[in-house]
């Protein structure tokens, strides 16, 4: 659940997210400032899943990782957010996005991973 936790937080995070940021599109008559008010109340509940999440998963990932996994599910949330809210049908190109962005979760250092030779030669020596 420590790999899963954050992940999962990062997910509904990010549905809140796209939500603030783009359900509004519909609402083209209402006045920007109550479109503003209501996107800031939304972001409000990305907030309170996105600190935990990173808190929680800077446990067990990397500050990296965290980033460009959230980047991932971002993209991800917004395909399906634009595919169900604006029906706007992913296409190839989309989902060649979608995986080059994967690859990226993929290739980045995990924690640990991202310190120079250096350090870490000096922590293998310390432990011996």
């Known amino acids: 659940m420590q790999y899963v936790g954050?992940?999962?937080?990062?997910m509904a995070s990010n549905l809140f997210?796209?939500?603030a940021w783009y359900?509004?599109?519909?609402?083209?008559?209402w006045p920007l400032w109550?479109?503003?008010l209501g996107s800031w109340g939304i972001a409000l509940f990305e907030y309170i899943l996105q600190v935990p999440a990173n808190?929680?998963?800077s446990q067990v990932f990397s500050v990296t990782?965290?980033?460009?996994?959230?980047?991932?599910i971002t993209l991800i949330v917004f395909v399906g957010f634009a595919w169900v809210y604006?029906?706007?049908?992913?296409?190839?190109?989309?989902?060649?996005a979608v995986l080059l962005v994967i690859t990226a979760v993929a290739i980045v250092p995990r924690k640990g991973e991202d310190k120079p030779e250096e350090t870490r030669r000096e922590n293998i020596s310390s432990n011996e």
């Open 6 to 10: 954050p992940i999962l937080l990062l």
């Open 17 to 19: 997210m796209t939500v």
């Open 23 to 29: 359900g509004h599109l519909k609402f083209t008559s």
């Open 34 to 36: 109550i479109v503003v």
């Open 55 to 57: 808190r929680l998963g």
């Open 65 to 72: 990782q965290l980033k460009v996994m959230q980047e991932a």
């Open 86 to 96: 604006f029906k706007e049908v992913p296409n190839w190109r989309t989902g060649l």
